[in-house]
């Protein structure tokens, strides 16, 4: 690693954790400061550049995109953020950064920390490059409804035992329900896009025909899964914790394909 790149990394390494630290003792109420949103906000998206700047550098570099657990996770938590971030100001997200800023800082050092795969994906390549972004929307959009699913149950826990301080720190049930399912309902339509193309036009994304592997095995099942209680929601307005345990299940079945999959081949069968 360059000096630049060391520098880059310490200082975007140390942002997150002070970051998550602040967001951690107001959430725990042990904080003596006031909290500054805008501050907040724009101290956020100067490390979302910084973090844009060590994901482009490789690429920019080896003129590819080497698709490794370490630089997966960066990426994802990167593009999690980012909509976060962005839709900050549209709807009140409060809460979800507890989780995100930690999870970047994790991706950001965890690229650094694993081995990176040999296989590179050349840029040049438009149909793959619109399957890796629309798949990695999908997941990204799909482990912030589950992170959403996650405050709801903190949410009612928070309420049911009367810890009101930390409920007012949260949006209110309702609110995180229908973030939840907007968050969904258009993380599904990207995975449909995403395996329409790695499914039927494997030949033009990948050069090669996709076999029936279980990551395209546990993508449909997801799918499914997902599609369902969309459908259940339409239909018979399923809500609550029957609506937290699909999108938990949903989730699950998508992190055990692709990110299961990516660390039994390269830590187990040593295959990029």
Known sequence: MSGFLLILLI??????V???WHFLAHWRGVASWQRQ???EHSLLGLLLLLHAAMLAMPVMQEGGVRLGVGSVLSLLSWLMLLIFWTGSYFARMEGLQIFLVPLAAIGVLMAEVLPIPHTLYAVDNPA?????????????????GALLAILMLWQEHALHHKRFALARQMPPLLVLENLMFQTLGTGFILLTLSLISGVFFAEEVFGKAVPLS???VFGVLSWLVFGGLLVGRKLHGWRGRLAIRWTLAGFALLLFGYIGSKVVLEFV????
């Open 128 to 144: 793959f490059m619109l399957h890796l972004l629309v798949s990695l929307m999908a997941y990204s959009l799909f482990a912030i």
């Open 37 to 39: 949103p805008f501050r």
């Open 214 to 216: 279980h990551k395209v």
């Open 11 to 16: 200082l975007l390494a140390a942002g997150y």
């Open 18 to 20: 002070g970051l998550s």
């Open 269 to 272: 069968l040593h295959r990029a």
